[in-house]
């Protein structure tokens, strides 16, 4: 065991600078760098990073839960070595914490996927790459170099579209592939739907699509079919009008993202039809647990099942030979009024029982939070909104600061806690119902 000193360190540069007048940049506390976030991002991109499905009250449920499972410190234990490490199928981790798959993060800062592999790169954590990132996956993993990298897929209703990106993560060195179930129908984002705001309908967060030789062959063909006059998609739903503004934005954005020259992509109808296409094979709604085997075929990595929020589906997860899930409500932006992804992470880990890593997100805002989420059964936890509003105020180094003080925090927690490694975070860490009871 080798002493971190990642959270005084951490604390010190910071005060050291203070000293001589210079503040963080981005700031530490969570409610100060959501506002300096917001004021760094459009309208739009605000509303769909920040917003989480109806009332929000899932989103508000996550990190209220939190308060339900109280810390309790341990005093007088020798913590001057402490360790962070863990294993998770087979790789040794500096820190239980990854990046989690965001999609779309060019809103956030034009460097996009390539600013978080730096980040992810200098910290030596795991970056889980999203089916909707806004780079394509193979430019991600060289920029991550031997940096840890898994592959997040949105299994679309191609299933040989699925295979395809699939084979590309595993030939770019992805070590794991997360299936995110929760989101085969995009949930009710008010926020969004008042700015009548989607961004792949812009091009935007569809790179791994439009560098996909599968996704290409289904837009060339629905040029073909339009073109034969057998695509009813040719007819438009409305008379033609004088194009607005806004349509001619949307436009230049398609046009922009996709392969080639703006001139010639203005000209030609891939690129609409690209984004068309898109809206056709995303998402699935079809998926069932039978679906599972034919990704065993298509990998030989490990698969992990991101969005349980019940025993009933861990427990069916486990009789289909996954790998490992992720207890997540997806940051509350699929299902209004869901279980606290805490909650269900209180349920969840004691049923699977170690049979399979237990990895939790949803809710996290603070390095207490990953301890918390640890002590209820956690192998590991990930990480999106806080590092994304530290890439939106100050693009790589930004996000590299969240993470790096995310895990100062959790260090810092772990030895005022008695603790000296992630292996010894247990729910004897925790106040008891009985101690909660007296207290109330």
């Known amino acids: 065991m080798q002493p971190t000193g990642v959270g005084r360190a951490v604390q010190a540069a910071i005060y050291s600078a203070g000293a001589y007048g210079h503040r963080p940049r981005v700031p530490v506390e969570p409610a100060a760098l959501y506002a300096a976030a917001r004021r760094r991002m459009s309208r739009q991109a605000w509303a769909y990073v920040a917003g989480s499905a109806g009332m929000q009250r899932t989103d508000e449920a996550n990190q209220a839960a939190f308060q339900r499972y109280p810390i309790v410190p341990r005093m007088l234990r020798d913590v001057r070595e402490r360790s962070l490490e863990v294993t998770l199928f087979g790789y040794d981790l500096r820190a239980p914490v990854l990046f989690a798959p965001v999609g779309v993060l060019e809103m956030a800062h034009r ?43 949105y299994w679309s209703n191609s299933d040989d579209l699925a295979a ?48 996909d030789p599968v996704f290409l062959d289904l837009v060339r063909a629905r040029v073909d079919r339009r073109a034969a006059g057998s695509d009813d ?34 000209r030609s109808p891939l690129p609409r039809a690209a984004v068309e296409t898109f809206l056709d094979v995303f998402p699935s709604p079809g998926l069932t647990w039978d679906d599972l085997a034919k990704l065993r075929d298509w990998t030989r990595l490990p698969i992990v099942l991101k969005g349980i929020q019940s025993v009933e589906d861990a427990e069916t997860a486990l009789d289909h030979g996954v790998d490992g899930i992720v207890v997540s409500n997806h940051g509350g932006r699929q299902v209004d009024g869901a279980v606290a992804s ?68 959790l260090d810092l927690t772990m030895a005022l806690c008695g603790i000296a490694s992630v292996e010894q975070v247990t729910r004897d860490c925790l106040a008891s119902d009985t101690l909660i009871s007296a207290e109330r």
């Open 111 to 153: 460097d996009a996927e390539r600013a978080v592999a730096t980040a992810a790169r200098a910290l030596r954590l795991p970056m889980v790459l999203s089916t909707q990132g806004s780079v394509p996956m193979e430019e991600t993993a060289q920029a991550l170099g031997a940096n840890p990298m898994w592959f997040q897929l």
């Open 164 to 211: 395809s990106l699939v084979r590309r993560a595993e030939a770019s060195g992805a070590q794991a592939i997360v299936v995110t179930l929760d989101t085969h129908v995009l949930g009710w984002r008010t926020k969004d739907l008042d700015l009548g705001y989607l961004p792949f309908a812009q091009g935007q967060g569809i790179a791994q699509y439009l560098s």
């Open 233 to 266: 998609l040719d007819a438009p739903a409305t008379p033609a009008q004088r194009p607005t503004p806004a349509a001619i934005r949307t436009l230049v954005s398609i046009s922009r993202h996709y392969p080639g020259s703006l001139r010639d992509n203005l």
């Open 342 to 409: 805490l909650d269900a992470l209180n349920a969840v880990a004691p049923a699977v029982g170690g049979r399979v890593p237990v990895l939790f997100d949803s809710g996290i805002r603070g390095g207490a939070d990953i301890f918390t989420a640890l002590a209820l059964g956690a192998s590991a936890v990930l990480i999106g909104r806080p590092w994304l509003y530290g890439l939106a105020i100050d693009g790589a180094s930004g996000a590299q600061a969240v993470m790096e003080r995310l895990v100062a925090e």
